[in-house]
């Protein structure tokens, strides 16, 4: 865990606001990815997935794993990052909005926040793509 510690001093002195909004949107998608596990801990099954279809069990096992590789590229490599999470985002949220809107609620409050990380996501993309500086030492 010295990439932490590689963070946590770079964090000041080192990034500039781009790089600590970059590092803050990586752990986003980490939160994501393990909310989603929070959920099915909730509901009892690893293979739950309520009215959606079964694939859709799958498909968000696929988001979760690339959640993990978008948040270490965020951080090792800044430019593959923020592509790999901008292409994320616009796929997790076209399969969620035309698959599975409400899901099991009339309102579904994840999707809605979903939705506005992507929107933060993409309308930050431009500016984490031209700021962007720092990047951890994968052997630090």
Same mark, same amino acid.
């Given at each position: =865990?010295?990439? !932490? #510690?590689? +963070? ?6 080192? =990034?500039?606001?781009?790089?600590? *909004?970059? &590092? +803050? ?6 939160? %994501?990815? !393990? ?14 997935? #309520? ?11 696929? $988001? ?11 951080? $090792?490599?800044?430019?593959? #990052?923020?592509?790999? #999470?901008?292409? *994320? =985002? &616009?796929?997790? !949220? ?17 999707? &809605? %926040?979903? *939705?506005?990380?992507?929107?933060? =996501? ?5 500016? !984490? ?12």
């Amino acid at each position: =865990m010295r990439w !932490l #510690g590689a +963070i946590a001093r770079a964090w000041g002195s080192e =990034m500039n606001a781009a790089d600590r *909004t970059r &590092i +803050i949107l990586g752990v986003g998608f980490l939160f %994501g990815a !393990l909310s989603h596990f929070g959920w099915l801990s909730v509901n009892g099954s690893p293979w739950y997935h #309520g009215p959606a279809p079964e694939w859709a069990v799958w498909f968000w096992y696929g $988001v979760c794993a690339v959640d993990f590789v978008v948040f270490w590229f965020l951080l $090792v490599h800044p430019r593959a #990052g923020v592509s790999m #999470g901008v292409a *994320t =985002m &616009i796929t997790t !949220l076209t399969v969620n909005w035309t698959c599975f809107p409400t899901f099991e609620y009339t309102f579904n409050w994840v999707l &809605i %926040g979903l *939705t506005l990380f992507g929107a933060v =996501m993409l309308a930050l993309a431009p500016w !984490l793509w031209r700021a962007s500086r720092w990047r951890l030492n994968p052997t630090s």
